[in-house]
């Protein structure tokens, strides 16, 4: 069954073909910049490339995938393609400071502030903790060997040296100069396809509009669109020797370099989110093709569009900015989080709720009680019920292809909740004490495979699938007595008051389940 893709440089969905014939994927994502912990926003981009990673495995392709973890050169107005404001990694150490001095600095931050190679470790390794919590394959899998991490996830100060070199070449090529202040340009005129991917062509750009450039920068550039390669520096918070002085890379340039070291002149793929199609992923193609010789830097551009929270802009005023841990502390499963963020087409704005959270929640315990029903009795025959259940494996069929039909992962989702439902009532039967295999072979067994065969894609199953609030606000005792209340009102047929307590749990936050081995709580998810 063929993946069909919208591909941001055509404007169009295209079905997949990947350069090798043997199958073989070559993806690139931009992944975080590690100044602070990623939040749910930018997660969002790295899941949908996570789904679509997974999606092409279930394909049958192999997916050589990389993530970079960017620790140098991401600039504060990144919206500015010539790399304005100061570098994100000495904001982090400002900020961390001032966090120090005041003795709000994290519990688990035991870093100097002043030393960026400190920083950027300590929020890599809490992205990949957050990443591994949430299911990205990629950190799943990532070795422990340094060497074989940095082919999988790699960093720009790893990369200095081809950085340099790639520059020296686009000057040597004529597409590249260095301008009277001493930084290095690419020199966009001298690509005539500047502009497909974001339609900003080189005559669409002028000095400040829509903060695209640098103003005060113009008069050293021959054009406007003229986006910075190398900046000397000797006061930058991180900086490196070069032919043009001491200083460090724009932050274009370390996609290219890394991607081509570990991938490639040419890949299949590249992922980012929307805000990286201008100016970061239109330089990226501009100074790789000009570098390499070659028509195409990626074949395949995807990008996942921007996500809102309860209907607004995430914002740390408003109250509505999350990271992971933040929803972790709440209650929320890394399960529910993870299905949240992703069951939005990525071409459209998610609007992350908190409802929205709990019917993920709801959902995935429906799923849980199945694959548990499904292991219990993998051994029976499907025709031990009132008729043969083959719903998981019809509805693979088509939860693939509703993927092959650019992703639609909420249409996917239907299909499995379709088949389900049709386990409704057995899943309500007495298990049969005997687990003897059926004639045809045919048992529950394959039904659980083609379950498996789903998660392999939204991948929520292997991960925790209950909360892990913390209950240190909460009078546990009052909780208590006032469910063994409504117990009593209960078994004393006094409805009105059961209801009445019920309601009470749940306006101090606590929902509460009845079942065979009692009455158990939880906090909700606000």
Known sequence: MPLRLYNTLTK????????????????????????????????RS????????????????????????????????DANADGGGEDKMAAAGRRLLEQKKSGKLPADAKLDPSNPYAIADFY???????????????????????EARKAVMPRPTQ????????????????????????VVYFDVQTYPEYGRLSGNTPDSVRA???GRVDEANQAKKKHPADFMLWKPDAKHVMKWPSPWGEGYPGWHLECSVMARALLGDEIDLHSGGEDNIFPHHECEIAQTCCATGHKLFSRYWFHTRH?????????????NFFTVRDLLAKGASPAAIRLEIIKTHYRSNANFTMQGLADSQRMIDRWVRLKEWLEKNRGLPTTQFEHERTQLRSAFEAFTSSLCDDLSVASAIGWLNVATNEYSSALSCPIPSLNYPSDDGDTFENELQALARMDSVLGVLSLATTGQASHDDLDVSLIETKIANRLAARQN?????????????AAMGIEIKDGPQGTTWTRMVK
């Open 12 to 43: 169009k969905e295209e079905e997949f073909t990947p350069i090798k014939p043997s199958g073989e994927v070559t993806f690139y994502s931009c992944g975080p910049t590690v100044y602070d912990y990623a939040h749910i926003g930018n997660f």
């Open 46 to 77: 790295f899941l949908n490339a996570d789904v679509l990673r997974r999606t092409l495995e279930l394909l049958g392709h192999r997916v050589r995938h990389v993530m970079n973890i960017t620790d140098v050169g991401h600039m504060t107005d």
């Open 124 to 146: 890599a390794d809490a992205f990949l903790e957050d990443a591994r919590t949430l299911g990205l394959k990629i950190a799943l899998d990532l070795p422990n060997d340094p």
């Open 159 to 182: 990369f200095i040296e081809p950085m340099i070199a790639m520059v020296q070449r686009l000057i040597e090529r004529g597409h590249a100069y260095v301008a009277g202040d001493g």
């Open 208 to 210: 400040g509009e829509g």
């Open 307 to 319: 996500l809102i929270v309860e209907g607004e802009k995430m914002s740390k005023s408003k109250g």
């Open 493 to 505: 047929k006094d409805f009105a008051r059961a209801d009445e307590l019920r309601k009470d749990l």
